[in-house]
């Protein structure tokens, strides 16, 4: 379902309950913020998740939150680096892991070009940079809210960036979003019903957000 759906939902249940809330007072942008937050720490503890089970610093499941949107990127200075430069809130993962494929998008080359960069970790990059066989290698490395490429022919102009940007539309499992709701509902808000002393299937607040949730997931279909 849609995050702005989830910050709906959620929104409609905290002002519903308002009286047995904290004594914080929030509007709907700040629960909507809230939501946004919660997004972003529920992928950070998937990724911790799967490598303390053994799987590695796998990224499987931010699958459904994947989309791709192009950048230019700029000419190239004295290293061979083009930068490129995003405004949009993104969701952040350890290890930049959060960026999965960066392609680029060729304009008339008529060269051979690769579909895509391989990412490097920050500082990594001096060692590509400054070894003469490494002038062919295309890769990329994450700064704030720059990506900087580095060996890329003039002929590209853009490049396509996949990850998982945080926008109202942006696609959330329903088990994601239950968690984020009862994660801030009942911790950071404690609202009655949600504070996880033990997850009971007959609690009726619990109940009324399941069902509230599977809802509005079905308008959207």
Do not use: H
């Amino acid at each position: 379902m849609k995050l702005k759906q989830i910050s709906e939902v959620g929104w409609q249940l905290y002002d519903g309950g308002r009286p047995t809330a904290t004594n914080q007072t929030l509007e709907q942008d700040d629960f909507q913020q809230l939501v946004y937050l919660q997004l972003a720490d529920q992928a950070k503890m998937r990724f911790y998740e799967s490598r303390k089970m053994g799987d590695g610093e796998k990224t499987d499941f931010i699958a459904p939150l994947l989309t791709s949107k192009k950048y230019p990127i700029e000419d190239a200075d004295y290293q061979g680096r083009r930068s490129a430069v995003y405004n949009e809130e993104v969701i952040r993962l350890p290890r930049n892991s959060d960026v999965t494929n960066v392609y680029l998008v060729a304009d008339n080359c008529t060269e051979t070009v690769n579909g895509s960069l391989t990412q490097v970790q920050p500082g990594e990059e001096n060692f590509y940079v400054n070894d003469p066989d490494m002038k062919s290698y295309l890769f990329f490395v994450q700064k704030g809210k720059r990506i900087d490429t580095y060996n890329v022919p003039p002929c590209v102009k853009q490049i396509e960036v996949e990850r998982a940007f945080m926008e109202d539309e942006l696609d959330v499992p329903l088990d994601v979003a239950y968690n984020m709701l009862v994660q801030i509902l009942g911790v950071t808000l404690k609202v009655r019903g949600f504070v996880p002393v033990e997850d009971n299937s007959s609690d009726g607040n619990r109940n009324q957000l399941r069902y509230q949730l599977e809802q509005q997931e079905k308008k959207s279909l």
